[in-house]
């Protein structure tokens, strides 16, 4: 089992980076994937992006680009780098490994 905590959400304009961190209870090296995920009102859960224990990632159509994600397994932390944000990435993003476990959320908003 794992517990996740993320941070750094804010409000941002729009243009703006933001950085977020997803700290885990346990070390990660053992955790193949690791992911974030973003919810904004009235909508399904999406992907953000992917990481696997090698480095390979996955991005969801609409942030590849502008959006990083990192793991750092010594910190037992992700991160989501965000980059040129847009009114349209504004929405609660979720930390999760392994499809099984979510942290709390942390919430993003950019203003136009």
């Known amino acids: 089992q794992v517990q996740l905590v993320e941070s750094g959400g804010g409000l941002v304009q729009a243009g703006g980076s933001l950085r977020l961190s997803c700290a885990a209870s346990?070390?990660?090296?053992?955790?193949?994937?690791m992911g974030w995920y973003r919810q904004a009102p009235g909508k399904q859960r999406e992907l953000v992006a992917t990481i696997t224990s090698g480095g390979n990632t996955n991005y969801g159509a609409s942030v590849k680009g502008r959006f990083t994600i990192s793991r750092d397994n010594a910190k037992n932390t992700v991160y989501l780098q965000m980059n040129s944000l847009k009114p349209e990435d504004t929405a609660a993003y979720y930390c999760?490994?392994?499809?099984?476990?979510w942290g709390q959320g942390t919430q993003v908003t950019v203003s136009s």
């Open positions: 346990r070390n990660i090296f053992s955790i193949n994937l």
């Open positions: 999760n490994a392994e499809f099984i476990y």
